[in-house]
């Protein structure tokens, strides 16, 4: 396909590109009518793919999240690359496979949980650090204490707290 001065990106179900992607030689199933709009780009952008990688919860591997496709100045490629998700931060940007794929790593938050035990006489560290989205473990008092005991998350005793909770806060 020629269009002066453009160069084609991928075939589109609506006009302006908003609708459902096809690359060009795709093998699609069509079962109704369908209309497949042309969607081109300037000789000046480039095309390339963008992979998010999100933190493992259980260790601090990377897995692949999502990816997309973008059109832009090669100068686009790094600044416009990130996006927001919820209980993730920033951590890296890098170029690969020559520049047309841009990999982009995200760090869970991590969450400060602080236990008070209310008593004096029990000397554990009352704190754990976890990432968004994980759970807490119930902290361990020595088996020579001879009462039973309950975790709370408010400060009158009245709820319980459930170890199966997501924590998404400090």
Not at 30 to 42: E, R
Not at 55 to 71: A, G, H, I, P, V
Not at 78 to 84: D, M, P, R
Not at 113 to 122: A, L, M, P, W, Y
């Amino acid at each position: 396909f020629e269009k002066p001065g453009y160069k084609f990106y991928k075939w589109n179900t609506a006009k302006d590109g908003s609708g459902v992607d096809y690359s060009d030689c795709a093998n699609i199933q069509i079962d109704s009518d369908i209309t497949l709009y042309a969607i081109w780009v300037t000789e000046e952008e480039v095309i390339y793919k963008i992979e998010h990688y999100k933190q493992n919860l259980k260790d601090d591997n990377y897995t692949l999240f999502e990816n997309e496709y973008k059109t832009g100045m090669e100068s686009d490629k790094l600044t416009q690359s990130a996006k927001e998700y919820i209980g993730y931060n920033l951590s890296n940007v890098v170029l690969s496979n020559e520049g047309t794929v841009v990999k982009v790593y995200y760090d869970c938050i991590l969450c400060t949980v602080t236990f008070e035990f209310n008593d004096e006489t029990i000397n554990l560290d009352n704190t754990q650090v976890v990432k968004y989205g994980a759970t807490l473990q119930k902290p361990e008092i020595s088996s020579e204490d001879k009462y039973l005991y309950n975790w709370y998350s408010d400060e009158d005793f009245t709820t319980v707290f459930d170890f199966a909770t997501i924590v998404t806060e400090d």
